[in-house]
């Protein structure tokens, strides 16, 4: 079973509005975890990191939540634009690990004129 | 300074040919992955390298799979005797050390096509 699942698994929006992406993990112990934006045909980059001791963090019109304790993160995306077209992904790593990731199936949005 | 660079960008090749991927970190990064992206699918771990360590190859689906990083830099993907499920993109990033905390950087990726 993944260790992290996303929600919804695709959203269409129309651009001016927002929209909320979920996120849950189970990966312990933890350690931080991302938001990155992939484009089609490009690889994912890097929005947002957050560690246990942090509940927001914001990147422009990106803005992530994590509640450690309940193991769920939020990425809230404000008025989008066109170019928010994307798959949003959520990345997990557990404390002292190295080179392990774990990747959630990301959620496909796409923002409609 | 340039980012992770992979070539080819495009690889269609028949079933049962062996294919080399190609991998440049940016440079000073110690740390470079392979991941896996299959149509509408999460990214899959296939190998990590860690500075001069022994790479942690637990990702790699079966021994047709192979990858090696020369000198700490460049790294080669190769898959022998290519499957049609082996179609798929695969992605390369790197990182400063390989720590959770680090950010890593992926390149654009090679989409391989096995016909």
């Known amino acids: 079973k993944n260790q992290v699942e996303q929600s919804p698994q695709s959203l269409i929006i129309l651009e001016g509005k927002n929209c909320t992406l979920q996120?849950?993990?189970?990966?312990?112990?933890?350690?931080?975890l991302r938001w990155y934006k992939q484009d089609t045909g490009r690889g994912p980059v890097s929005l947002t990191i957050m560690t246990f001791s942090e509940n927001t963090k914001s990147n422009g019109r990106y803005t992530a939540t994590l509640d450690a304790d309940t193991k769920q993160s939020s990425l809230h995306i404000t008025a989008s634009q066109l170019s928010d077209s994307a798959s949003y992904i959520c990345v997990v790593s557990a404390r002292g690990s190295w080179g392990k990731f774990q990747f959630g199936a990301g959620t496909q949005v796409v923002v409609t004129p | 300074g340039a980012g992770v660079s992979q070539s080819p960008s495009n690889k269609v090749t028949e079933k049962g040919k062996d294919v080399e991927l190609r991998c440049d970190p940016i440079s000073g990064h110690t740390a470079l992955y392979w991941y896996r992206q299959s149509l509408g699918q999460g990214l899959e771990f296939l190998i990590y390298f860690q500075g001069n360590s022994a790479p942690d190859k637990s990702g790699l689906p079966s021994d047709r799979f192979s990858a090696e990083r020369t000198g700490g830099s460049v790294s080669t993907l190769t898959i022998q005797r290519t499957q049609q499920e082996d179609s798929a993109v695969y992605l390369c990033a790197s990182s400063l050390e390989g720590r959770s905390t680090d950010t890593q950087y992926f390149g654009p990726g090679t989409r391989l096509t096995v016909l």
């Open positions: 996120c849950n993990y189970t990966v312990s112990p933890f350690s931080n």
